[in-house]
């Protein structure tokens, strides 16, 4: 799967176990579809699905699951705190590896059109597929939800893009569209629902209304009441969690809930989650409370504990971030997941990749881990603990590094495939000749890049490297021996890739 669109339909149905696996069933039994999260709410009367796949198998999905809903769910008896105004509520397509935004729109629109006219139901287009701007936010699109359609339908502006504009009580409307990754990220609250709501009014970007907006950017919010659990919670959808990220959302409703003498505990995030988000929350209480982590799963941790992800069930990573689900890019094996010994006999046989550029930058990565090793080795020991600070400073750049140089041990062998596909073209005619001597000259360019990143890598590490043999562990001198030679023949060959590209451009002018 290297062209991969996630998709997310809102189904409101959140109680009916059967009806739930039918659905899961009809997404899962979908040629090429790859179901990864069902995330039902019985207060809200709402189940939320995950699935990936390549564009046409994603839309083929969400029609197999529409036409399960359209058999089983009844909208006219439905009732539920989420805000909602179909069977199918929402149905969103976000690009996740190799397509852009511009083909979630077009899956938007052709899910759209094919939805209406098989089963005979209005269909609204939204966010990066909405033909007007006035229907770009879902909020304005759903206002006064279901029980609203019978007289909006009959509005000439709320006209829908696709199907009739006539009431359909069983189904209600549909709201499909393009957009990036959404968080729903709800915070629990000891409170009312009307107080939960108040919180939600102050933060959430559309406030009140135009005279008084809310203080956080692309975040919509309303409070509301889980019987279940006894609780209330802030229901969040962040937009664009660069924007506005967990750890902002979380620290404000705090904040807001202290100021109401209003006790927090814990939040959920429904669905799947981008490994930036948490990783990006993790930064935040890294910085706020002086912590040294340096391993991801460490710093995960941190993450699920200050938010309290796992107050109302448990929270694994594993289970909830869609990088550790989604089907890796092409069926072969990396190279750095490959044992040892066969990836040095990968490098002996009889081709041209993974050749030297994959082998300095194993060499290179390793290299880090020493300087690495070497500076924990010094690090949390007391006889060294008057060098802790200057530990918790060099040890992250090499550490970083590790993972960096570990990547470009498949992104070199990747890179010179583009050289030698150009080597294989035809050069029967003086227009052919051009076209192999250009994708030549292309594909050189990308197996020098690769190389040339690499050396410019470990030579920003020299400065650290240098303070680091000052001060570190002298039983892990030999070790710091080896990382500076590793560095001195890759810095040798920072100077020749970048010998060649200089030539390259030369010759193009």
């Not at 924007?243 to 409703?253: A, M, P, Q, R």
Request: overall charge negative; glycine content about 6%; some cysteine.
């Amino acid at each position: 799967m290297s062209r991969l669109v996630e998709c997310v339909p809102n189904f409101s149905e959140g109680n009916n176990q059967e009806v739930i696996d039918a659905i899961s069933r009809a997404v899962a039994q979908t040629p090429g579809c790859v179901l990864l999260d069902v995330d039902a709410g019985p207060s809200t009367n709402r189940t939320v699905y995950t699935f990936v796949g390549r564009p046409e198998d994603v839309v083929e999905g969400a029609l197999n699951a529409a036409r399960a809903a359209h058999r089983l769910i009844d909208m006219s008896r439905h009732r539920g705190e989420h805000p909602r105004m179909g069977a199918l509520d929402v149905c969103p397509f976000i690009p996740v590896r190799g397509v852009t935004m511009d083909e979630c729109v077009h899956c938007a629109q052709a899910f759209g059109q094919r939805l209406a006219e098989e089963l005979g139901v209005p269909v609204y287009l939204y966010g990066e597929a909405a033909r007007t701007t006035s229907r770009q936010s879902l909020p304005a699109i759903r206002a006064g939800e279901y029980e609203a359609l019978p007289e909006k339908l009959k509005q000439a502006e709320w006209a829908p893009d696709f199907g009739p504009s006539s009431f359909v009580p069983s189904w209600g409307a549909t709201a499909t569209g393009a957009r990036k990754f959404l968080l729903a990220f709800n915070i629990n609250l000891l409170s009312t629902k009307e107080q939960a709501h108040r919180i939600a009014l102050n933060l959430r970007e559309q406030g009140r209304g135009k005279d008084q907006p809310g203080r956080l950017s692309k975040v919509q919010g309303i409070g509301w009441y889980l019987d279940e659990k006894n609780l209330a919670q802030v229901s969040m959808n962040l937009l664009d969690f660069e924007v506005t990220g967990l750890h902002t959302v979380y620290e404000e409703t705090c904040r807001e809930a202290q100021e109401l003498s209003l006790p927090v505990v814990g939040s959920q995030l429904v669905g799947l989650v981008p490994l930036k988000a948490l990783l990006d929350a993790a930064a935040f209480y890294c910085e706020q409370e002086n912590l040294f982590l340096l391993e991801e799963e460490q710093r995960l941790r941190l993450v699920v504990n200050r938010l309290g992800l796992d107050s109302l069930s448990p929270f694994n990573p594993k289970e909830r971030i869609i990088e550790y689900l989604v089907p890796q890019d092409g069926p072969e094996q990396s190279l750095m997941d490959q044992p040892l010994r066969a990836f040095i006999r990968a490098v002996g046989a009889r081709s041209a990749a993974p050749g030297g550029g994959s082998v300095a930058a194993a060499s290179a990565a390793m290299g880090a881990a020493l300087a690495s090793m070497a500076g924990l080795m010094t690090y949390g020991r007391r006889q060294f603990e008057h060098l802790d600070v200057t530990m918790r400073r060099l040890i992250p750049p090499f550490h970083a590094a590790v993972a960096e140089l570990t990547a470009m041990v498949d992104a070199d062998a990747r890179a010179f495939e583009a050289y030698l596909k150009a080597t294989k073209l035809p050069k029967n005619t003086p227009e052919d000749k051009d076209r192999r001597a250009a994708a030549l000259q292309e594909g050189l360019r990308q197996a020098v890049a690769v190389p040339l990143a690499l050396a410019e890598t470990v030579s920003s590490l020299w400065p650290a490297l240098r303070e680091l043999a000052l001060c570190v562990n002298l039983a892990c001198r030999s070790d710091l021996q080896v990382r500076q030679r590793i560095s001195g023949l890759l810095q040798d060959a920072q100077m020749q890739a970048a010998l060649v590209l200089d030539r390259l451009e030369a010759r193009q002018e």
